[in-house]
């Protein structure tokens, strides 16, 4: 009779944990869990594996290895299911190391590791950006017997969308049908999607073709994403025709899809269209998010009707609708063009007291420089160049030559900027910023404006630390590549 009891009580103890832990009570379901053994019971594989879950759910993970740990000490083997519970965790938080580990021991313990093993490796090597040992992973797994699955290869696809490297997880679909798998509407979604982000139209357009030809039906995802790159490639009849078929189809248009409409025809000039848009999203009960306030707020300015912008932006501050970037700098160069540049400084300090969640990007401090150097204001001019620094943003050409253009025309005498644009190079390297350093010597020499010895000393020195000598590289690349 001793051991249905147990059982009984066994059984009791796992499916309290188990509900405690899907309420986030896990503290509860630890102390209900320490119980166990005080019941003349020992807890089992289910009952460990529960409480790690738990653990992992709410990030602390730590605690679940060292239950991983104590689960051996008290005699208990692992199972696969309290491996792949860790090694899921681990990979998501993007701990390789330790997550390789585990699969080590998995294997000591006569465990072999299943697609949920292999698709949590894959899906933590892809969110690192390791791309090529995920594929070489794939290619583990296959030599393994385990068969990759459609989680397996959508995982690896997005993994290069997420890269920009959508062209490449083409041929990762190719390799998938090879197998006999079939791309779902996610995959295609996800590369489409990629495509048209990186404006390889066309090849979408392809994709598109392909994924209708077999049978495999479109979603809102994969309708928004091709009316998005039409809308870029100026093609605004194709993209309203796509939106008239995706509801034809029963497809809803979603904000990303108005959105994208919004600005191809602010784009093209037509800024009434992109308000019957507008107007058409409030119409179809489609809420207007922080994005499509911010298109409108930047068309409207940039098509001289300030005034209308300003009352969207007191909409959206009366609506509570979460402010970005792109709306405060376009009110910012509303506030400049309209010969306000006191509102539009109030507005740059508003953001600057808003912390990491919305601060200013270059294009925000470039409207500010070009307004004061309008002005002839140069010394408040580079008070906002000393805190575009202090705050982490590097100029670009463009601050450059508002800055070289003031100085050719606004000083007595004329100055070339060739000094100015020389201590802008050393202020960066003493912050250790060598790549926008670099950006600046490009300039320089474009304009044959040469640095000084001392200042090319100072950045080779910089670039040749150990630590900077691959980024540099690497940035070369990049610029020879485009």
């Known amino acids: 009779m001793g051991r249905p009891i147990c059982l009984r009580k066994l059984w009791t103890c796992f499916t309290e944990c188990g509900a405690m832990c899907r309420l986030g009570l896990v503290d509860k379901a630890i102390e209900v869990f320490r119980e166990i053994p005080l019941r003349n019971c020992a807890p089992d594989n289910y009952t460990y594996s529960t409480l790690m879950h738990g653990l992992c759910k709410e990030e602390r993970i730590d605690e679940a290895v060292s239950l991983l740990d104590e689960m051996q000490v008290e005699g208990t083997f692992p199972n696969l299911v309290a491996f792949n519970v860790l090694i899921s965790a681990l990979c998501k938080k993007g701990d390789l190391g330790r997550a390789a580990k585990l699969v080590d021991n998995?294997?000591?313990?006569?465990?072999?590791?299943?697609?949920?093993?292999?698709?949590?490796?894959?899906?933590?090597?892809?969110?690192?950006?390791?791309?090529?040992?995920?594929?070489?992973?794939?290619?583990?797994?296959v030599s393994n017997k385990c068969v990759p699955n459609d989680v397996t290869f959508g995982t690896?696809?997005?993994?290069?969308?997420?890269?920009?490297?959508?062209?490449?997880?083409?041929?990762?679909?190719?390799?998938?049908?090879?197998?006999?798998?079939?791309?779902?509407?996610?995959?295609?979604s996800s590369l489409i999607s990629g495509l048209c982000k990186e404006g390889k139209f066309n090849q979408a357009m392809e994709l598109w073709k392909e994924m209708v030809g077999k049978?495999?039906?479109?979603?809102?995802?994969?309708?928004?994403?091709?009316?998005?790159?039409?809308?870029?490639?100026?093609?605004?009849?194709?993209?309203?025709?796509?939106?008239?078929?995706?509801?034809?189809?029963?497809?809803?248009?979603?904000?990303?899809?108005?959105?994208?409409?919004?600005?191809?025809?602010?784009?093209?000039?037509?800024?009434?269209?992109a308000i019957l848009v507008w107007k058409e999203m409030a119409n179809n009960n489609c809420i207007h998010n922080e994005v499509c306030y911010s298109i409108l707020i930047n068309g409207l300015c940039k098509d001289g009707k300030f005034m209308e912008a300003l009352m969207v932006w007191k909409q959206?501050?009366?609506?509570?609708?979460?402010?970005?970037?792109?709306?405060?700098?376009?009110?910012?160069?509303?506030?400049?063009?309209?010969?306000?540049?006191?509102?539009?400084?109030?507005?740059?300090?508003?953001?600057?007291?808003?912390?990491?969640?919305?601060?200013?990007?270059?294009?925000?401090?470039?409207?500010?420089?070009?307004?004061?150097?309008?002005?002839?204001?140069?010394?408040?001019?580079?008070?906002?160049?000393?805190?575009?620094?202090?705050?982490?943003?590097?100029?670009?050409?463009?601050?450059?030559?508002?800055?070289?253009?003031?100085?050719?025309?606004?000083?007595?005498?004329?100055?070339?900027?060739?000094?100015?644009?020389?201590?802008?190079?050393v202020r960066l390297v003493k912050r250790q910023r060598?790549?926008?350093?670099?950006?600046?010597?490009?300039?320089?020499?474009?304009?044959?404006?040469?640095?000084?010895?001392?200042?090319?000393?100072?950045?080779?020195?910089?670039?040749?630390?150990?630590?900077?000598?691959?980024?540099?590289?690497?940035?070369?690349?990049?610029r020879l590549s485009c």
């Open 106 to 141: 998995m294997f000591l313990k006569g465990c072999v590791p299943n697609e949920v093993t292999y698709n949590a490796l894959v899906h933590g090597l892809c969110l690192k950006g390791k791309l090529e040992k995920a594929v070489s992973l794939l290619n583990q797994m």
């Open 156 to 188: 690896l696809i997005n993994g290069f969308v997420m890269q920009g490297r959508a062209s490449d997880g083409t041929r990762v679909l190719v390799s998938l049908e090879a197998r006999g798998h079939r791309g779902n509407e996610y995959v295609y």
């Open 215 to 273: 049978g495999c039906g479109p979603n809102t995802i994969v309708y928004s994403a091709l009316i998005d790159g039409l809308c870029r490639e100026g093609k605004l009849d194709e993209a309203r025709g796509f939106l008239s078929e995706m509801k034809n189809k029963g497809y809803l248009p979603n904000s990303f899809t108005y959105s994208s409409l919004m600005r191809g025809y602010f784009e093209a000039g037509d800024s009434h269209k």
């Open 316 to 425: 959206m501050l009366s609506r509570g609708i979460k402010l970005d970037v792109v709306a405060y700098s376009s009110m910012i160069h509303g506030f400049c063009n309209a010969n306000l540049v006191e509102q539009g400084l109030k507005l740059f300090n508003q953001m600057l007291c808003q912390g990491p969640v919305v601060q200013p990007d270059v294009i925000t401090y470039n409207i500010l420089l070009n307004a004061f150097c309008i002005q002839k204001s140069i010394f408040r001019a580079i008070d906002i160049l000393n805190i575009m620094l202090d705050q982490g943003c590097d100029p670009d050409f463009i601050t450059c030559d508002i800055f070289l253009k003031t100085l050719r025309e606004n000083m007595n005498p004329p100055q070339d900027g060739r000094e100015f644009l020389d201590e802008l190079v």
């Open 434 to 478: 060598t790549i926008g350093a670099s950006k600046i010597i490009e300039v320089m020499m474009h304009k044959f404006l040469l640095p000084k010895a001392s200042t090319w000393a100072m950045v080779v020195q910089q670039v040749c630390k150990p630590k900077n000598v691959r980024k540099a590289i690497s940035e070369c690349w990049s």
